[in-house]
């Protein structure tokens, strides 16, 4: 009789031990996906924030506008001229949206992956997975591009709007409704590669890195960087784009505020500045990009783990 009263709860702590807190169980609703991404995407956005500006203002496309020779010359620069606050501008826009584009993003992604069988097994999926990242990247994008063209003409320099709710006001009354999605394409054509080989990327290291699939914040910390650098460095000719078109509303050059579409914008930055015009702001981008993503997929996965303890 004591041996079998012993029984029962050594199987339960065998259960416990080996669940899978990758996908969260089935039971769960939307909330817990979308809190988990919802916090990757304001930890992710807000922290290396200062260096998104740097890499905004090295892009601009101007003639005889303020060049910078590098990530340190810029902020000794901008603080100089502007004040070290001046690296902060618009990041209220930022985190009024990632939180829920981020929330948006990642239950579309577990959403999807799920439904393209990317988590059927222990094999890797880089189809599903990468479906299910374009998939999420479409739906957050739509929601975030607004708050992203805000966010880039608050950094530029020259252009101090009191507040978000001023900046979006001035855009809307100067340039209409149209000018808070025109990079919406452009930004498609940047995100759903990038997307791809983050997701992708972050999923080959962390199953080569932790192939036990535990909660790790070490390797998801690790691979999350990774993934983000090479999605960053591979994408920067589209963000370079993207910026040009979410900030020409800003520039007195006539040539630039008429271009309104992808190809154009890429005529101008080629005729202008030649296929170096597109790595502007790579390093930024990389130094920004590589530890937000790791950041965001070590929130992620911890507020995951930590809401499948829980519910």
Request: contains cysteine; neutral net charge.
């Amino acid at each position: 009789m004591l041996q079998t009263e012993k029984n029962p709860p050594t199987i339960i702590e065998e259960d416990e031990e080996e669940f899978d807190y990758e996908a969260l169980p089935k039971n769960t609703s939307l909330a817990s996906n979308l809190m988990a991404g919802a916090f990757a995407g304001i930890m992710e956005h807000t922290v290396m924030y200062p260096v998104d500006a740097i890499k905004t203002r090295m892009q601009i496309v101007s003639k005889g506008g303020v060049s910078y020779s590098g990530i340190s010359n810029a902020i000794s620069r901008i603080s100089a001229t502007e004040g070290a606050r001046a690296l902060w501008r618009g990041i209220t826009s930022v985190a009024i949206g990632a939180g829920p584009a981020h929330a948006v993003y990642f239950s579309v992604y577990e959403h999807t992956k799920q439904q393209f069988g990317g988590n059927e097994g222990t094999g890797y999926h880089p189809i599903a997975t990468s479906l299910a990242g374009a998939c999420a990247t479409i739906a957050s994008d739509a929601l975030m591009n607004p708050f992203d063209v805000i966010k880039q003409r608050m950094q530029l320099a020259g252009h101090l709007y009191p507040n978000i709710a001023a900046c979006a006001t001035s855009i809307y009354r100067t340039e209409g409704f149209s000018a808070f999605y025109i990079s919406y394409p452009t930004t498609l054509f940047m995100n759903i590669p990038l997307t791809a080989l983050n997701f992708t990327t972050y999923e080959a290291l962390s199953k080569f890195l932790n192939p036990q699939r535990k909660y790790d914040p070490l390797t998801h910390c690790i691979a999350g960087g990774l993934a983000g650098a090479v999605a960053a460095a591979a994408t920067t000719p589209m963000d370079v784009i993207k910026t040009f078109l979410q900030t020409k509303g800003s520039s007195s050059d006539p040539e630039i505020r008429n271009t309104n579409s992808l190809v154009d914008a890429s005529r101008v930055i080629y005729r202008r500045e030649g296929l170096k015009g597109f790595m502007r702001g790579l390093r930024p981008r990389i130094v920004s990009n590589m530890p937000s993503t790791a950041i965001s997929w070590t929130g992620y996965e911890m507020a995951k783990f930590y809401l499948y303890r829980s519910w």
